[in-house]
């Protein structure tokens, strides 16, 4: 199987005079892709939270989303994972006002699902971003000390590049690579994903359309060949 995960947060700084600003999001989609993987099994989700900043940078931040993995037969109903709540923790800041940093902690627990499947874990995260003529270049690093499963380290290694038009359309891609130390624990070999976007403001929504595909040699059987998903954002 998989895992796990980098969520864009919100990023928005604290009302004037308020120390601090709360930032819900909400998002339903026809899928719920991450690194190339489908954690729904080709169904909907709904998922999104809410961000608590501090002036000075510092944030926490919840989330939550239904899941349904390819768990077959050997796990019973009532011990299958169907939600996996996020809680991070992090700080943001920015080295000028063009190139901007984004560090934090995460813990995934799967809420019901059977110890024994060894499905939470823990996440860190830095990501910067260079920005320049409606063009935002981010690259990612995640690092898990044990990764899904039980499998030891693993590194997530990404780069994305997005661009706004005047019309306010926005296009993207991205490419990325992840790698685990235990990979016939997890379930799949190291592998290299990617994808493109596009998406426009209706308001205060978001609609976006996402294409995502992995180099996964068995990619049918793990939910990560190519796949288009819709999603509607608040």
Do not use: C
């Not at 919840?62 to 077959?72: K, Q, R, S, T, Y």
């Amino acid at each position: 199987l998989m895992f796990f995960l980098l969520i864009p947060l919100p990023n928005q700084a604290a009302e004037e005079n308020e120390p601090f600003a709360f930032v819900p999001d909400l998002a339903l989609a026809t899928d719920l892709v991450i690194r190339g993987m489908s954690y729904t099994n080709d169904q909907a989700t709904l998922y999104g939270g809410f961000d608590i900043e501090h002036e000075s940078g510092l944030f926490v931040y919840l989330w939550g989303a239904n899941v349904n993995f390819l768990e077959g037969q050997t796990v019973k109903p009532e011990e299958r994972a169907n939600l996996t709540i996020g809680l991070y923790g992090g700080y943001r800041g920015d080295f000028s006002k063009d190139l901007t940093y984004e560090v934090n902690v995460a813990r995934f627990i799967f809420p019901g699902a059977d110890k024994d499947l060894n499905y939470d874990m823990t996440e860190f995260t830095a990501t910067s971003t260079y920005s320049i003529q409606n063009t935002d270049f981010d690259f990612t690093y995640n690092f898990s000390p044990e990764f899904f499963y039980k499998s030891g380290k693993a590194h997530n290694l990404e780069f994305t590049a997005t661009h706004t038009l005047a019309n306010d359309l926005s296009l993207g891609g991205h490419i990325g690579w992840q790698g685990v130390s235990d990979n016939e624990t997890v379930g799949f070999d190291d592998y290299v994903h990617y994808g493109l976007s596009v998406s426009y403001p209706l308001g205060d929504f978001t609609i976006g359309l996402d294409y995502s595909n992995t180099d996964l040699d068995n990619a049918d059987a793990l939910n990560s060949d190519d796949r288009i998903y819709f999603t509607l954002s608040y």
